[in-house]
């Protein structure tokens, strides 16, 4: 439970971070970063695994087998991120791009946590 709520507050911050940074990502202020870092969360939660599924079937498991398994997984993280775009008026991505690379920001400082704290 501590190191989901860690996660949520590093997202939240990552959030933050890549709006005063990347200008094609709208973010309001830190409450809405919470919002959104729990929304990116229950989605990752509910359908990573199916999204992450499609993806190794569309590209016949060829990242899988090599290894590179992290690839569809970040696109996967970036899906959802699109799909929680939709979900708050006060965060807005705009283009598949910037979500890709919150996603890589988001992985990188949270595998950087993990390694840290956990």
Do not use: C
Not at 31 to 53: C, D, H, P
């Amino acid at each position: 439970m501590l190191q989901w709520v860690v996660h949520i507050i590093i997202d939240a911050l990552v959030l933050l971070a890549a709006a005063n940074i990347m200008p094609k990502v709208k973010l309001t202020g830190f409450k809405t970063a919470i919002i959104v870092a729990l929304i990116i969360g229950l989605l990752s939660f509910l359908l990573s695994w199916v999204i992450t599924l499609l993806l190794n079937v569309a590209t016949l498991g060829i990242f899988y087998f090599l290894g590179l398994g992290f690839i569809t997984r970040v696109i996967a993280y970036a899906i959802i991120i699109e799909i929680a775009d939709q979900f708050s008026d006060d965060f807005k991505t705009e283009g598949f791009l910037p979500s890709l690379w919150l996603a890589i920001f988001i992985a990188i400082v949270g595998g950087i946590v993990d390694a840290i704290l956990f």
